[in-house]
Each structure stands twice: as structure tokens, then as C-alpha cells.
């Protein structure tokens, strides 16, 4: 008897009775059989290690060779809050929120439990001919806190969710054309790289939708391109993520004046402000009178765990789009409306609301901001501190003094930029701070850190970059050295 013929294979093999295929079958008790190829725990603890090379060889062959070239090739082993840990049980402080996706904090323990109810609750999920109730629950959550707004649609991602939003509003106006601004960031897929203020993003990738940029705060930009005619929709971020760039007061309001005028819609991008980053629900509401035709959201809404997002939408357009039976699936996500993702949804929703996480980022946030502002008068490096809650911008500027001059041209010489990664650098190599450089060619570094960013995490922060400040004004060796480094990289790039 081979082996692929013992009783074994007999019992589990594909074809025997009650069995689900080769690697199922059934227990004496009658339960499923536990499969005996994949542990976790195992893989990880043999092969983890091999993480910078299995990038190289299978994945991004330049994200390993970037984050050597900067000393950023660290192992992180596990976190929680706004924390994480290194394999050397190193803590570190998270300026970056993935990104923006840990809004309430990495591993939050409701979180975590409503994922692990989900997959205990054993749900009959997307069967497709069913209207599940999480889904249902999740819209009317995030319906309450978003007046004027009526229905939603659920997909996996921030750039999935501009997708949708383009598409309903060309549909619903009759229009081509979607405006944007520049140096505005909508997502990478085709659509919503269409609407994409940073040319880099785009070279190579042409042809793309029809699609024109104005500049943000010029309301006479938007009325020009508006008496065309053929403009569907305006999309645009009420805080840039790039660079942090807050629109005037006044010019959201005064836009969408004129959309309505021209029966265009207003399309507001909070995928990475929305959900109580910047101290509002949306960063829109920091403007009174601005009302969207349509929201999208993204990130935090995942709680870290599980890829969401939501296109919210007034009533009229939705069923525009989805007109008759006919049109029930002229728009659709295959994963969109999973039950995991709706439970980390709505728990994301109950610990902002129980733990009152927008009033933080708007306290914390407001604390932090002014703390480096006031460093402002004492580095003539820096330019200025801008932003709204947890969403901040530092920017740095050409120094006065003849010797810091110098080396600022020499760093601007090779490529701009290189400055703000000079001060990244050392908060992480020696304050163990994790930041990022806020988009490419721009002096400005982004913090965006988990809601449940604390005051003594904002002392942690504030101590360790003015140490770096003043090793930056004090001519230090070790950052300077760092900067002729990437200097070398930049030229050899080019």
C-alpha cells in the first residue's frame, strides 16, 4: 500500500465521504480535522529573520535597499498604543500611525476582541444574496456622525473609496470632468491617480481620466474651469497630507458655493482626516456651512487589523447610480462589506466615542502644535509649525547665519528634501521616534500619531527633536556626516 493510499488518505483524501477536500475531513467527534502544515508561530520563529531578503528578492527590491541606505532596517516585534518594540525590547514612539491607519492605537484590546467575536460567531459572511446586518449597523454609525449624508458604500481602501466617489459623481451629474488641487494625494490606482497633484505619481502612467488641477484657495481658478460645463465634481482634502497644507478660510464654504451653481458636486477626501484625526469627526467640519455630496473614508476606520472604506453619499446620488434592479451590482467590491471588516468598524467607532479620542486629538494635538511653534524664534531652521489636531506639519526654511547657510545649500544643491530626512534620521536612530518626510522634494516632516497620543508622549517628542535642533544648529558632526551621505545617494540617483 503507498502512502497516498493509507487510511489516512482514506479518511481526508478528496472524494471520501463528508470530507471537504485534502486537507479536511473530520474528527472522531465529527468537528473538522485541525490541519497539520501551517503553524504561525513556527514559520515566523524560523524565517523571520529572512525579512530584508525575502523583500529583495520577492517584493519591492527597493523599500529594503532605501531603508539600509537610511539605517531604518530595524526588526519590529510587537506593539500596542503608540508604541512599538524592536527585537532588542527597544520601546519606540509612533509619529506615523501607519500611515494614518492606527488611529485609535495599534492593538487595541476592544478592537481585538470584536475580531476575534467575529470569527467565533462562525457567519454565514458574503454568501452576496443576503443583506447582513453589520454592514446595516456600521452605516448608521457612521451616518450619525455625518449630517446631510444618507447612504454609504463599503469597499478595502482609501484609493477604492475615490474610485467610487468619481464614479458616482460622473454618473449622477452626466459630467467627465473631475477637478482637483494641487499637490493634493487622492490614491494610486488609475481613477484616483487621475486626480493626483503630485506629477511624480503620475509619470509613465498617461493616458488617465480627463482630469484638471487647481490651484487650492483660488476660487477664480475653480469658477474659470466651472463655466465649461463639463465639470462632475471638485475632490479635494481639507487638510493636504501632503505637506499639511490647510486651504484659506472661507475657500471650502466659497467652493462649494459655486459647484452648486454649476451642478457640480463636492467630493471631500477625509481618508486620512476623517475619523477624529485632525479634532472633528471630518476635517470639513472645522468650516462652518460646508456640506459634501460625497465623503470618503478610509484608514483609521480599520482599526489596523482589516482593510475598510466607505464612500458616503446623499441620497439623490445613490439612487441615481443604482436606478433600478437592474443596476443592483453596477457597483460592487468583492470583500467590500465583510463581516471582519464591519466589526473592527464598529468598534473602531465605540472606543473613539467611549474614550472620547476626538477631544484628545484636538487637546493633544493643539499642545504639541504650540510646544514647537514656540521653537520657532529659537532655530532659524525652522520655518513653521501648521496643522489641526494630530496633524501636523513642521516645515524648515533657508537659515540667516553664514555657516548653516552653506550647508543648507549644499543639501539643496543635490536634492531638496534631504534636510527634513537628516532630522528623521536621528530620531529614530537615537530617540527611537519614528516620523516621515512628508512627500517627495519638500523641507516638511509629517506627525500624524495615534489618537491616544498621550502628553508625555508630546514631551518625549519635544525633547528629542530639540535635541536634534540643536545639534543641527551647533554644526553636530554625526548629522551633518549623515547628510553628506545622502547627498552622495541623491547625485548617484540622478
Known sequence: MTASEGPEASAAGEGAEGAPGPSGGKDPAGGPRPSKGFDLATLLAERGAERYELYTKHLNHQLPRMLHTIGFDRFYERAEGAHFWDAEGNDHLDMLAGFGVMGVGRHHPVVRKALHDVLDAGLADLTRFDCPPLPGLLAERLLAHSPHLDRVFFGNSGTEAVETALKFARYATGKPRVLYCTHSFHGLTTGSLSVNGEAGFQDGFAPLLPDTAVPVGDLDALAKELKRGDVAALIVEPIQGHGVYIPPAGWLAGAQELLRKHKALLICDEVQTGLGRTGAFYAYQHEEGVEPDLVTVSKALSGGYVPVSATLGKDWIFKKVYSSMDRVL???????????????????????????????ARVTGDLLRTRLAALIERYELLKEVRGRGLMIGIEFGRPKSLGLRSRWTML??????????????????????????SGDHVEIIKLIPPLVFSEADVDRFVTAFTEVMDDAHNGGGLMWEFGRTLVKQAVANR
Request: proline fraction near 2%.
Open 330 to 360: 453596477v457597483h460592487s467590491a468583492s470583500f467590500g462589506s465583510n463581516a471582519q471588516a464591519m466589526a473592527a468598524g464598529l468598534a473602531v467607532l465605540s472606543v473613539l466615542e467611549d474614550e472620547r479620542l476626538v477631544e484628545n
Open 412 to 437: 539643496q544643491a543635490a536634492r531638496k528634501g534631504l534636510f527634513a530626512q537628516m532630522v528623521v534620521v536621528p530620531l529614530l536612530q537615537r530617540h527611537r521616534i519614528l516620523t516621515q518626510v
